[in-house]
């Protein structure tokens, strides 16, 4: 099993980034996944979140409006495009699937996001 994800970047305040998050080694087209987020010294979080078909998605409040998450099972791959882009979204972003027949959770690596002017 591997998530890879890229995209990350430095960029401005206000500025655009968009993930990607590849998978490999299991069923993407059953999985949940989702993305998460861990600044220096605080907890990794939830980012956003994709049910295996596409067909419904929720966010943390702090993203709302701003980003968003989608998928695309042909692809084994899944995005955040992140718009409006503020410091407080600097942080590693990490991809997450979650398989539900057996409740196995698989992470990518990380991808660095760091906003600043």
């Known amino acids: 099993v591997q998530l890879v994800e890229s995209g990350g970047g430095l960029v401005q305040p206000g500025g655009s980034l968009r993930l990607s998050c590849v998978a490999s080694?299991?069923?993407?087209?059953?999985?949940?996944m989702s993305w998460y987020r861990q600044a220096p010294g605080k907890a990794r979080e939830l980012v956003a979140a994709?049910?295996?078909?596409?067909?419904?998605?929720n966010y943390a409040d702090s993203v709302k409006g701003r980003f968003t998450i989608s998928r695309d099972n042909d692809k084994n791959t899944m995005y955040l495009q992140m718009n409006g882009l503020k410091p407080e979204d600097t942080a590693v972003y990490y991809c997450k699937g979650f398989r539900p027949t057996d409740a196995r959770a698989y992470w990518g690596q990380g991808t660095q996001v760091t906003v600043s002017s």
């Open positions: 994709i049910t295996s078909t596409g067909g419904s998605t």
């Open positions: 080694g299991f069923t993407f087209s059953s999985a949940v």
